[in-house]
């Protein structure tokens, strides 16, 4: 596929799912299978959204380069034809991750999330060279996870023109270590979709951007399908309303949840509640305790969830 097509795969919703694991902590893909079903049928994976699997959000560290592949497989013919799957990519060297994603790719995967390289502290040729090579050498989506919080510098908008003859090169994830230094997504807009990285959806979306990241749609799908269709129609008062009131209810737990913990665990306690449970978290990471499965459950009834 070229930019264009990929660009339509590559929009609406990222939604970071949570990876299934036994009691034993083992990998659930019976699990995984029914899961899919689910969200599917709750209009994820379709033209506006994207199953994300192996992020951070799905403890994606956490599972060996032996289980992801199965795990992309399973959650590939559990969705059916046409299904969009995304599979995320742990930060390697360049041809350890050419590696994998061809194996994403042979795995039915139609688009990655790759993080900057940051253990090889790259500079932004480096970063051109990284995503061109692997771009050579596949033919499914790559967005590019503007991951400079790991003590590397971001991706520059010029480096992002540099890559425009990287063709699968179709999307980046964006936020920006200065706030001000936001609005320069406005420079590659045109070429690139931007996925909105740091809760700034409308101004993305005002800045020609195409999609936003969310933790919580896999409990409750409706809600950011709702909030990135309105994006996309230009209502962003209503869009930004659903989003403060989604903080406003979800975010005090979220807080306290994180301090004592992955922030991860709070997707599953989610699950839990919406009665489609995901496992616990591997260690050392805890599920969420009975008071802080009360104050989300409290939260998600206030929202309507559940």
């Given amino acids: 596929m070229n930019r264009e097509e990929l660009k339509q795969i590559i929009r609406g919703v990222s939604v970071a799912v949570p990876t299934p694991f036994d009691k034993d902590y083992r990998l659930d893909l019976a699990a995984a299978t029914d899961l899919t079903q689910w969200w599917v049928s709750q209009g994820l994976g379709a033209s506006n959204s994207m199953i994300k699997l192996c992020s951070a959000w799905g403890q994606g560290p956490d599972i060996s380069d032996d289980e992801w592949p199965h795990l992309v497989r399973t959650v590939v013919n559990a969705g059916g034809p046409g299904v969009n799957v995304m599979c995320g990519l742990k930060s390697k060297d360049t041809l350890r991750t050419i590696e994998d994603a061809k194996i994403a790719q042979d795995m039915g995967a139609n688009s990655l999330q790759i993080e900057l390289p940051y253990n ?141 913990g992955g922030g991860y665990r709070m997707a599953k306690g989610m699950m839990d509640i919406v009665g489609h449970p995901t496992g616990p978290p591997r260690l050392p990471t805890e599920p969420l305790n009975d008071e802080e499965m009360a104050a989300l459950r409290a939260a998600m009834e206030k929202l309507g969830w559940v």
């Fill in 120 to 260: 090889h502290a790259p500079n932004q040729d480096q970063y051109v060279k990284h995503f061109t090579m692997i771009s050579d050498a596949i033919d499914i989506g790559i967005m590019i996870y503007n991951t400079y919080w790991f003590g590397v510098a971001p991706i520059e908008p010029e480096t992002m023109h540099r890559l425009e003859d990287a063709e699968h090169v179709a999307a980046v994830k964006w936020n920006y270590p200065d706030p001000d230094g936001y609005d320069k997504m406005r420079e590659f807009s045109d070429t690139f979709n931007v996925i909105d990285n740091s809760g700034q959806h409308a101004r993305c979306f005002k800045n020609g951007g195409a999609g936003i990241v969310s933790a919580f749609a896999p409990a409750y799908p409706a809600h950011d399908l709702k909030v990135a269709d309105l994006l996309a129609d230009g209502k962003y008062d209503e869009a930004e309303a659903m989003v403060d009131a989604e903080d406003a209810a979800l975010g005090p737990v979220r807080a306290k949840i994180s301090a004592t």
